[in-house]
């Protein structure tokens, strides 16, 4: 089996035995630093991340931002996994924006492994499908959702990758990952701190109200979350979820003050 260091991250730690033997020789740890660059767009990706914590963002560089992001990546996730599986370039940039640990496999050897095991290629899919919702979700949520609602969306998503409620992200941070200004970023969490959701303190910005925050959050957060459920519950509970989420849309629909 893997060891414990290995087994924080979920892809890791959902491997059977049989699956684990593949990886074990390959795995090597590595240390997450802030601005570390993983891998550039366009890229080929010769390592497959895995992190133990921290935070990773999936960024499509523009000329006026240093790059908008796409999706983030902690615990629950891979990066490069979906390139180096199909010896593609990669999509985006990878930047470490929260310091933390992972464990390094390298794009060959990953490969290597999801061609011997029908399984494993099984379970990669789903990671990749997470991450396809993910950058889905959140092309809608930019060009459907307020500013407001998606830093508040932005936060609830951190904090539930990296735990705590101080999350380690300047607003300069924020406003790069939602490709708006710092100066918009300051004006809305000055309204955010009148309604007692957050406080912003230098280099971080304290969660104080969780509730408040998911109240003033864009419905991406809750899409996702349900989808990401669905996606990893045992299969006797995928009906289950998938029911809840049509009974709610239904509601939302009939009521759609709720």
Do not use: W
């Not at 891998?39 to 080929?44: A, F, K, P, T, V």
């Amino acid at each position: 089996m893997l060891t414990p260091h290995h087994e924080k991250n979920a892809f890791l730690s959902r491997l059977a035995a049989s699956e684990s033997s593949l990886f074990r020789s390959q795995l090597s740890p590595v240390e997450l630093r802030v601005g570390d660059s993983l891998h550039y767009c366009g890229d080929r990706v010769e390592s497959v991340i895995f992190p133990n914590s921290g935070l990773v963002s999936m960024t499509i560089p523009l000329r006026e931002f240093a790059g908008v992001g796409v999706a983030l990546v902690g615990h629950e996730g891979i990066v490069g996994g979906f390139a180096a599986a199909a010896c593609a370039p990669a999509a985006c940039d990878a930047e470490v924006r929260i310091a933390g640990t992972a464990s390094r496999m390298p794009a060959a050897a990953f490969r290597y492994a999801l061609e011997q095991n029908p399984s494993l290629r099984t379970l990669a899919a789903r990671f990749d499908s997470a991450m396809l919702a993910y950058a889905q979700q959140t092309a809608l949520c930019n060009a459907a959702h307020t500013v407001e609602s998606r830093i508040c969306r932005y936060l609830l998503e951190v904090q539930d990758r990296c735990g705590g409620n101080n999350i380690p992200l300047t607003q300069g941070m924020l406003g790069q990952l939602l490709g708006v200004r710092r100066t918009t970023v300051t004006l809305i969490a000055g309204r955010l701190e009148t309604t007692s959701a957050l406080r912003c303190r230098r280099g971080y910005v304290q969660i104080i109200n969780r509730e408040e925050l998911e109240r003033h959050a864009c419905e991406c957060y809750e899409h996702l979350k349900l989808y990401m459920a669905s996606l990893f519950a045992p299969a006797q509970c995928v009906s289950a979820i998938a029911s809840s989420s049509i009974s709610e849309d239904r509601s939302l629909k009939r009521n759609p003050l709720k």
